[in-house]
Each structure stands twice: as C-alpha cells, then as structure tokens.
C-alpha cells in the first residue's frame, strides 16, 4: 500500500470513528461497566476498507460510584486521552465522546493484543503472576502474595520503558484504577492502557499495579 493510500484508510477510519453507524457485535462481560465491542463500516476506499472494530461505553451503562460524580466517567476517558495525545505518547487508543445506540458514550478504538501462549508457550504478559522470588530477567517484582490454591506468588511487571511511560502517565492522570488487565500489548508492537473512567478527581487516588519503579529516578 502506497503512502497516500495509508492515509487515506487512516482518513477513512477516523471519519467513521466520529460519524460512522455502530454495530454492536459484543460484549465485555468482565467489566465493571457496561462496555460493548462495534463495529463501524467506515467508507472503503479504493474498493477495500475492513470495519473499524471500537470500544462503545454508554453513560447510561456506567456504575454509580460513591466518590466519583455520576455520568462522569465516559469524558474522564476522553480527557485522559487528549492528556496522552497532548504529551505526544500515543499510550491510549484514540478515543472519543458520541452518540450510539444506548445514548451518549465513550468510544475508542479496539486494540488487537498479543495472545502469550500462542507467540510463545513460556511468554508472560506485561503483568504477571510467577513463583514467589522467580522473578525473570526482563521483569520487575512488585509485590508477593498468597494465590487462591494457597501457593506463593509474586506480582511482577515488564522492565518496559513503554510500561514505564503509562506509569508516569498514571501519576500525571491521578489514575485510581490500574489494573494489569488495563495494559494491552498490540499486535502492531504497541503498549496502551485502557479504561481510564476513574481518572482525574480532584482528590488524590492513585492505585496502580506499576509500582516496579517506585523510588527511581
């Protein structure tokens, strides 16, 4: 594909982004809110273009919390976003605020990740569980733990200064909610962070599993 024509596609899938009718074709059944998979069917260009896969989180679908205002959580994520775009780190997918089928919402766009087991039988994930003290080379010890059969455990993330760079984000956003699942690794070699609802209170909130660092420069 040429350059123009990347651009183009690019250009295509950011209109649809912000116009382009959503599909719901599923759901993420492990969120705390509700959080829909869509599809849009962006213009195709030259006769190709496959659908844009996003993120939709209505407000409607969102948790009431005691200590974050109601309906508040869809543009904490969009604010979040335009913080990392500002900063120039691409850490979090594009995301927007728009209409969809449920009502106004938050929508970003899907991050395809590496599946570990299937790039490498032994592979960890950015953050993960080993054996207490076994910590690999590559990796940072966080914390050590009790699992849920009774076996020690420690907590380790990725030496990684693309993790390092969303756990500087974290600080700057006030982020009360990262989680390892919340980090992504991309089949296009990128390292994002998702779900960003809980960010940005007025009061300090940090919680974050990126603690490897704590104490460095």
Request: hydrophobic letters at 40%.
């Amino acid at each position: 594909m040429t350059t123009r024509a990347a651009a183009a596609d690019e250009g295509a899938a950011r209109d649809g982004l912000y116009s382009g009718e959503l599909s719901i074709i599923g759901r993420v059944t492990t969120a705390s809110n509700l959080t829909l998979v869509c599809e849009i069917d962006a213009p195709p260009v030259d006769g190709g273009g496959e659908p844009l896969r996003v993120v939709y989180k209505p407000v409607r679908g969102e948790r009431p919390l005691w200590d974050f205002p109601d309906g508040t959580l869809a543009g904490r994520e969009v604010a979040s976003y335009l913080v990392s775009a500002a900063l120039g780190w691409s850490v979090i997918p594009e995301t927007i605020l728009r209409e969809g089928p449920l009502g106004p919402g938050m929508v970003q766009r899907w991050i395809e990740t590496v599946d570990p087991g299937e790039s490498a039988p032994q592979r960890l994930d950015l953050v993960d569980l080993v054996p207490a003290g076994a910590v690999p080379a590559g990796f940072r010890e966080v914390l050590r733990a009790v699992d849920g059969t009774g076996a020690r455990v420690s907590l380790v993330h990725a030496d990684d200064p693309r993790l390092r760079r969303m756990a500087v984000l974290d600080v700057l956003l006030n982020n009360a909610d990262r989680k390892g699942g919340h980090a992504l690794e991309g089949v296009d070699g990128g390292v994002y962070g998702v779900d960003h609802g809980i960010c940005l209170h007025s009061e300090p909130k940090l919680r974050t599993v990126l603690w490897g660092w704590a104490g460095e420069p």
